[in-house]
């Protein structure tokens, strides 16, 4: 198993921080349930059945298994939702393979999607039955038809927005909003490079940049991507497959290099966009799909006196306000057409696994939503 090593965040420490969350989590709800529930508890049902896909043992795509679970009444703090679509993300794969923590098993897969809420814990303010929400956040539990969660993981959706836009673009879309204004700090003007270009976070990441001035380099598998990249943003694509990316990106920026690379590819892409930047830049490693970044990257970037970024939108949107104002920036851009969501595939949730071996396969473009019913 390619396991990330290296500069990769350790995963114990992981563990232990969405542990804890989901331990503080458990904590509240039984708090806010002894100081509320009366008032639930009379309007508690029977547990609901749906469909899920979960894990039982961390392993390939055959490992997700298409279960029939129950899910009982909202807890004090939660909110069950009603699911409409839900988002496919490179974090899933992570996490069927056991290097992103289940908090136990098995357990249901994924992180982001969208619906309607259906039931409501009894100290939840501000979210009623038939709200149209979406979240991208830990701990996992997003494969399903219905599903419970913290209400204050929940933003509600402008009427603009439909469920499978939300679903592609809640994880991915915050996501490139923080590279965007804060990792990066990316000044209008800049030349910048994005990996996996025409990858369900870069597509985004490429639109955002170019709206906000930046000369987009992308770098993409095939023609077909780079085509879609350059639809989308990128004002140039490299196929980094078959072509010499540092001496093409010496090429357009006349030896200058760039200000910022966003690096999502990780192993097989680090050395290179390291070589693209020029002395003082910003080395943005957000990502490991190739696997983890060799260590000897550091001290290649130390050469040139890079910053080197590793950030994680969980842990950028822990304060709810944060993750508030993220998520108004993502659906203002959204609803004013400076970025768009291109749904590449659709999978009915049944096939999750074949959307997992796509993915990992380098055979979806854009965003992909599996969609319960
Ligand atoms: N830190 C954060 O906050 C954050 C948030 C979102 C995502 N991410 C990370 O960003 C990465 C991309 O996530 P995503 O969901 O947007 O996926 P994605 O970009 O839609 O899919 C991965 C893409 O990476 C490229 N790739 C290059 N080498 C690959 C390899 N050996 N195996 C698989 N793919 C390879 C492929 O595009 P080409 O064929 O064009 O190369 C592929 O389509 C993941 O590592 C994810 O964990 C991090």
Request: aromatic share 6%; net charge neutral.
């Amino acid at each position: 198993m390619d396991l990330p090593t290296g500069i990769e965040p350790p995963l114990p420490q992981r563990a232990e921080g969405y542990g804890a969350i989901h331990t503080r989590e458990r904590q509240f709800t039984r708090i806010f349930t002894t100081m509320y529930g009366q008032k639930h508890r009379a309007r508690s049902r029977l547990p609901v059945k749906t469909r899920a896909v979960r894990i039982h043992e961390p392993g390939g795509p055959e490992a997700l298994r298409l279960d029939d679970i129950r899910v009982p009444d909202p807890g004090a703090t939660q909110v069950r939702i009603a699911q409409r679509a839900v988002g496919l993300n490179f974090l899933d794969t992570y996490q069927r393979r056991g290097l992103f923590p289940s908090p136990a098993l098995p357990c249901v897969v994924g992180f982001e999607g969208a619906g309607v809420v259906e039931a409501v814990g009894g100290a939840v303010r501000g979210l009623e039955e038939g709200d149209r929400v979406a979240y991208a956040c830990a701990p996992p539990g997003a494969y399903a038809g219905l599903r419970l969660i913290a209400a204050d993981a929940l933003v509600r959706l402008p009427d603009a927005i439909d469920f499978e836009q939300a679903a592609a673009a809640m994880l991915k879309g915050m996501t490139a909003e923080y590279l965007v204004h804060g990792s990066g700090k990316v000044q209008p003007g800049d030349a910048v490079l994005v990996t996996a270009a025409a990858g369900g976070t870069g597509l985004l990441l490429c639109q955002w940049l170019a709206h906000r001035g930046s000369t987009v380099i992308g770098c993409v598998g095939d023609e077909a991507k780079r085509a879609l990249a350059e639809a989308h943003g990128c004002r140039h694509a490299i196929d980094y497959r078959r072509e010499d990316v540092a001496a093409r990106v010496a090429e357009l920026t006349g030896g200058e290099g760039l200000a910022v690379a966003y690096d999502s590819v990780g192993r097989d892409t680090a050395r290179a966009s390291v070589a693209c930047l020029r002395p003082g830049g910003t080395l943005v490693l957000y990502g490991s799909a190739s696997g983890a970044v060799p260590q000897s990257v550091l001290a290649e970037a130390a050469a040139k006196s890079l910053a080197v970024v590793r950030p994680g939108l969980f842990e950028e949107n822990a304060a709810p306000a944060a993750l508030q104002a993220r998520a108004e920036a993502l659906f203002a851009v959204l609803e004013e057409g400076a970025v768009a969501v291109h749904v590449g595939r659709r999978y009915p949730l049944a096939e999750a696994a074949e959307a997992h071996r796509d993915l990992e396969a380098r055979r979806t473009t854009g965003q992909s939503v599996l969609l319960p019913a």
